[in-house]
């Protein structure tokens, strides 16, 4: 919810809730009516790939669509709920795995934590941060590490998460961070 939440508020949209006790709840989402067609330079070009994506989240339907793009993309997926697990399974894959997409706000180990681990056992390691809630100080403080090679805000559109990605991949670490909001 903080993710819809997050992204209504972006588009100028908001939420209204009803809850009846032993019937459920409806959620009721209002954004704003666009008329404008998108010209042909705003369309996008999806870039895809082969290369092999550790996705790191603690939300299973954020891990699960995330997933399924990069998926869609070309690439193949290892997911991680934890940071703790995604330390696991760098650990027994790192051989494989060219990029990692992490979530910042995890319970037990954020995203900073788990990337200071990762960086111990591959300090070549590209990862991509991803996030929710608007930049902050833990983004900023990541993004000013040369392994961190980009920003996400979730959730990404198929065609910004492409270009987010193919980029990370194939830019050295030392070039400008790329965004994705």
């Known amino acids: 919810l903080s993710i819809v939440y997050n992204v209504l508020q972006n588009h100028d949209g908001f939420i209204d ?5 032993g019937k459920g709840t409806i959620f009721n989402i209002y954004l704003p009516a666009s008329h404008k067609a998108l ?4 369309e996008q070009i999806l870039l895809k790939g082969t290369e092999v994506i550790l996705i790191v989240d603690d939300e299973k339907v954020v891990r699960d669509t ?8 070309g690439y193949q997926v290892y997911l991680a709920s934890s940071g703790m697990e995604a330390i696991e399974m760098y650990q027994r894959h790192k051989d494989e795995i ?3 997409i992490l979530d910042i706000i995890m319970p037990q180990m954020d995203g900073q934590q788990t990337y200071v681990q990762l ?11 991803c996030s929710g809630y608007g930049q902050h100080d ?3 403080k990541m993004l000013s590490d040369e392994g961190v090679v980009g920003f996400m805000r979730k959730p990404p559109q198929m065609a910004q998460l492409s ?6 991949l194939d830019t050295p670490k030392t070039e400008r961070k790329h965004e994705c909001s």
């Open 98 to 100: 060219d990029l990692i």
């Open 39 to 42: 010209s042909p330079k705003e």
């Open 66 to 73: 995330i997933s399924l793009m990069i998926k869609n993309l």
């Open 17 to 21: 809730v009803e809850s009846e006790l």
């Open 119 to 129: 960086k111990q056992i591959n300090p070549d390691i590209k990862v991509i941060v």
């Open 138 to 140: 833990i983004i900023d």
């Open 163 to 168: 270009q987010v990605v193919r980029k990370a």
